[in-house]
């Protein structure tokens, strides 16, 4: 049996990466998904998903999705922006990104959602954090980390003011993974095999997560077999952590 059969999911940053591979395998284990990204054209190729395309910086634009939609049993917030630089390195406008996306609209979403779940009688959260900020430092990444650590932090804190009321929120943070988020990154630095190398170099399996790893541990999150789980910040990163 489909393990999100007759549920009905939202995915933001649906439109690449881990938002798109966790929206796919939502859809084929039967949930109906709303699949929400700023890339129309990005969603237009994902299947078997309803797109809403949406900009997540726009708070009013969020307000009015949340009541466009109705009730969901599954929120899945994925969206987000990876800031390179140091302290001394990070620009204003990278900061402001970083809050915004990362952090403000993760809240902003959940607000718009969160009354149609409690009044239905609960639902499962999954915000996808990171292992950097939420778990390690990471080099050159603080405004990224900040943002990260903010994601673990509220995922607790939701998951500690709900559990009473049948909502539960976790949190999944990643190591390194393969995505086109990556791969521009790498192409910024001017050498994107050396970029890689050392990505590589760093995981303690030798090789990078892929999104539908990353989505396998969404799948669980949203379905009823972790109907015990709540306020968990779970890494899920080839054994980066340990090292």
């Given at each position: 049996?489909?393990?999100?059969?007759?549920?009905?999911?939202?995915?933001t940053?649906?439109?690449?990466?881990?938002?798109?591979?966790?929206?796919d395998?939502?859809?084929?284990?039967?949930?109906t998904?709303?699949?929400l990204?700023?890339?129309?054209?990005?969603?237009?190729?994902?299947?078997?998903?309803?797109?809403?395309?949406?900009?997540?910086?726009?708070?009013?634009?969020?307000?009015?999705?949340?009541?466009?939609i109705?009730?969901?049993?599954?929120?899945?917030?994925?969206?987000?922006?990876?800031?390179?630089g140091?302290?001394?390195?990070?620009?204003?406008?990278?900061?402001?990104?970083?809050?915004?996306?990362n952090?403000?609209?993760?809240?902003?979403?959940?607000?718009?959602?969160l009354?149609?779940?409690?009044?239905?009688?609960?639902?499962?959260?999954?915000?996808?954090?990171?292992?950097?900020?939420?778990?390690?430092?990471?080099?050159?990444?603080?405004?990224?980390?900040?943002s990260?650590?903010?994601?673990?932090?509220?995922?607790?804190?939701?998951?500690?003011?709900?559990?009473?009321?049948?909502?539960?929120?976790?949190?999944?943070?990643?190591?390194?993974?393969?995505?086109?988020?990556?791969?521009?990154?790498?192409?910024?630095?001017?050498?994107?095999?050396?970029?890689m190398?050392?990505?590589?170099?760093?995981?303690?399996?030798?090789?990078?997560?892929?999104?539908?790893?990353?989505?396998?541990?969404?799948?669980y999150?949203?379905?009823?077999?972790?109907?015990?789980?709540?306020?968990a910040?779970?890494?899920?990163?080839?054994?980066?952590?340990?090292?």
């Open positions: 049996m489909a393990r999100l059969a007759g549920k009905r999911a939202l995915v940053g649906a439109g690449q990466g881990i938002g798109r591979a966790i929206a395998l939502y859809a084929r284990e039967g949930a998904v709303l699949a990204d700023v890339n129309g054209d990005a969603l237009s190729t994902l299947t078997d998903c309803e797109p809403i395309v949406v900009d997540l910086l726009d708070p009013a634009a969020i307000i009015r999705t949340g009541e466009a109705g009730t969901l049993d599954v929120l899945v917030n994925c969206a987000g922006y990876v800031d390179n140091a302290l001394l390195e990070t620009t204003e406008a990278g900061l402001d990104l970083s809050l915004n996306l952090v403000r609209a993760t809240i902003r979403m959940t607000q718009a959602v009354p149609a779940m409690l009044a239905a009688g609960g639902g499962a959260i999954v915000n996808i954090a990171s292992v950097a900020g939420a778990m390690i430092g990471v080099p050159n990444r603080l405004a990224y980390c900040a990260k650590g903010a994601v673990a932090g509220m995922t607790r804190s939701i998951a500690l003011d709900y559990v009473g009321k049948g909502i539960r929120c976790n949190a999944i943070c990643p190591g390194t993974v393969q995505s086109p988020s990556l791969d521009q990154r790498l192409a910024a630095t001017g050498d994107a095999a050396a970029a190398a050392a990505f590589v170099a760093r995981q303690p399996m030798g090789r990078l997560g892929t999104p539908e790893e990353i989505a396998f541990l969404a799948l999150l949203a379905s009823d077999e972790s109907a015990y789980t709540t306020g910040v779970i890494a899920i990163d080839g054994g980066w952590t340990m090292a």
